[in-house]
């Protein structure tokens, strides 16, 4: 009873302390896409992608009601920065639905007009010497301007939303002075942007300002930190940077952070006793002993509640057993290694150059005598459907035909002679095209099958098979509908280890038959290690160069996001996988790529484009889709 009268209270006290109306909610969920599509037609850049804010604590001051009710303390406010555009999961402070999906575009907007902001000359970018409060006040308002200078059509959604903020904002006549004349400032820079460049000072413990819902918050201007890579102990951290390299839900939230030092270690607790004296109570008594390693269940839910993460550099080495995982193989179970290694570019998009011979790409195949790359037939679940690829792909197969129109061939061509006597007889000049000749026209195209072997591989998608499961059933059945057609192909997988060791492994070249020592090669291939795509992009790319053909096809096996153990992860690997995409294109090379990430319609479009790219939602299905979308390709 008291807990029912507790909740019944409680929402009674939160619907009077107003600030929010549930009803009229709208998520980041529903309208994420629209936003995307307009942050990016307005010309922000493709390379953010865009996922939530979290809540944090504004120290704005609220009423007693709110107070009372305990809400209105935090607010997850929209946000920027060179990688990411952070909005909030839920926008719920105006009583009309439709308001809120507009506060959701005009921010995308607003972003936009931001990022295009921060790309123009120094004269024109942030304002320095200000502290961040004035710096967001300046930096905000002028986008505003620039937003409806260059978007007129936004005026009307944005003075709604105006009249909108202005009438949930506190009223000054009920602040103390200083306060209220730094609301009054904020309400003409809302009302009339560009007309406050300062805020009125305030007491040092008076509350912060409430929060303007129209502005993004903007990171602080400060010297850039080196980048270091490495513990206290000079070695680099052998921590994947980026986990299992998928990318983030619109539902993960950010947090603010800082950096502070370890903490001293403190010695242990000495303890003197007989050792052999712990079973003789510990092996009757059944009790969960959790290890280190175990997750915290409520991990996710503590990091939640957090308003600020601290992060810092302890020194210490990943566990042993991580470690073990990812050595590298032993040259005994390792391929061979074809030559001194390859060096190739890297595209900075920091700097905005490419960086010559960053890379070192080292061409591996299975030795003539391992044990792996022993003959292999075709599993018996695949032949099935490998029977049915091949006949249909055999259809495609050229076959012979009859050529009219000829000066020489080897049969006349009835329909011509009469037309030719007709016009000769008629007066005319008559044609001396008059034969067949039975030719057969090849199908003039080249394919290189381009599979991610990374560590993400290894993840189970059901109870019966991993995801490198599925891609060696992919690529065998792709070789035998493939080898239906007669065209040339070849078959490749690839992971990185940082930029000096780019693994490409091949599995099938262009002049090797498919036969059993090629599935052999393919039935033992196994996870790898991370995903350098831009390099791996670049020497298939060069492979297909070589190929005389008039359609050179690179059709690439993805499972997420491009990202390594170094600076790859995030915006630096998408955008060098973008620029080698680009650079195939100009080569006459035709990129597409099939990925089971589900999540890979947030990142693919500015890689590939809106055609040149497949989600496969179901991962199962891949093998059997596969060779659909190379005939689709090539028809």
């Known amino acids: 009873m008291e807990e029912a009268v507790g909740k019944l209270w409680h929402r009674l006290v939160t619907r009077a302390a107003g600030g929010s109306f549930p009803e009229a909610a709208v998520t980041l969920k529903e309208t994420g896409r629209s936003v995307g599509i307009l942050f990016r037609a307005l010309g922000g850049d493709g390379g953010l992608r865009v996922a939530a804010s979290a809540e944090a604590a504004h120290g704005a001051r609220r009423s007693w009601l709110a107070r009372l009710a305990g809400s209105g303390e935090k607010l997850a406010r929209a946000s920027m920065d060179e990688n990411t ?38 004269d024109d970018a942030a304002p320095a010497g200000h502290n961040q409060e004035t710096r967001e006040l300046l930096l905000n308002q002028r986008a505003v301007m620039h937003t409806l200078a260059r978007w007129p059509g936004l005026l009307p959604r944005y003075q709604r939303l105006a009249a909108a903020t202005l009438a949930q904002r506190l009223d000054p006549a009920k602040l103390p002075a200083a306060e209220a004349e730094r609301e009054r400032a904020l309400r003409r820079a809302i009302d009339d942007p560009g007309s406050v460049s300062a805020l009125p000072a305030v007491p040092s413990d008076a509350p912060s300002a409430q929060p303007v819902l129209l502005w993004l918050t903007l990171p602080a201007a400060r010297a850039p930190e080196p980048a270091r890579s490495a513990g206290q102990d000079g070695k680099q951290s052998e921590t994947p940077p980026g986990g299992s390299g998928k990318p983030d839900d619109t539902e993960h939230n950010a947090h603010k952070a800082e950096r502070v030092d370890a903490p001293p270690e403190k010695n242990g607790l000495l303890m003197i006793f007989r050792a052999e004296s712990l079973l003789s109570v510990a092996e009757f008594i059944k009790v969960n002993r959790s290890e280190d390693d175990d997750p915290d269940p409520n991990a996710a839910a503590a990091a ?12 210490e080495r990943t566990a042993s057993k991580v470690r073990f995982d990812l050595d590298l193989p032993s040259a005994a ?4 290694v ?14 905005n150059r490419l960086l010559e011979d960053h890379v070192r790409l080292l061409e ?83 394919c290189l099958a381009l599979a991610d072997l990374s560590l993400s591989t290894d993840t189970w998608i059901s109870s019966e098979a991993r995801v490198i499961d599925v891609i060696r059933d992919s690529l065998l059945l792709f070789g035998e509908a493939l080898s239906a057609t007669g065209d040339r192909f070849a078959l490749c997988g690839f992971s990185s280890v940082k930029r000096n060791n780019v693994r490409f492994h091949h599995l099938k070249r262009f002049d090797d038959r498919f036969d059993d020592r090629i599935r052999g090669r393919i039935t033992a291939i196994k996870p790898g290690y991370y995903t350098r795509l831009g390099a791996a992009i670049r020497h298939a790319t060069s492979l297909l160069d070589a190929q005389r053909a008039s359609r050179r096809i690179l059709l690439i096996l993805s499972d997420g996001k491009p990202n390594d153990l170094d600076l790859y992860d995030g915006r630096y690997g998408i955008e060098d996988t973008r620029m080698a995409v680009i650079e195939a294109r100009l080569r006459g090379v035709v990129p597409f790529c099939v990925t089971i990430d589900r999540e890979g319609a947030a990142y693919l479009p500015h890689l590939f484009g809106p055609a040149g790219f497949a989600v496969i939602r179901k991962p199962e299905e891949l093998p059997a889709r596969l060779p659909m979308f190379y005939a689709q390709l090539t028809r």
Request: hydrophobic residues 40%; aromatic residues 6%.
């Open 85 to 122: 555009l952070r909005l909030p999961p839920q926008i719920d402070a105006f009583a009309e639905r439709a308001l809120n999906r507009e506060l959701y575009l005009w921010l995308s907007a607003l972003a936009a007009a931001h990022a295009e902001m921060a790309a123009a000359p120094p």
């Open 304 to 315: 939640a509640n957090l308003d600020q993460l601290s992060l810092a550099r302890d020194g």
């Open 333 to 336: 179970e390792d391929d061979v």
């Open 338 to 351: 074809l030559g001194a290694g390859i060096p190739l570019p890297e595209w900075d998009y920091r700097k």
């Open 364 to 446: 591996m195949a299975a030795a003539a005598d391992d044990p792996r790359a022993a003959p292999v037939p075709l599993p018996e679940r695949l032949r099935r459907t490998a029977r049915r690829l091949h006949q249909q792909f055999s259809m495609l197969q050229p076959g012979r035909r009859w050529i009219k129109g000829q000066v020489d061939g080897s049969e006349l061509d009835i329909e011509a002679v009469v037309r030719s006597a007709t016009d000769r007889a008629c007066g005319r000049h008559g044609s001396d095209q008059l034969w067949l000749t039975l030719e057969k026209r090849e199908r003039d195209l080249a």
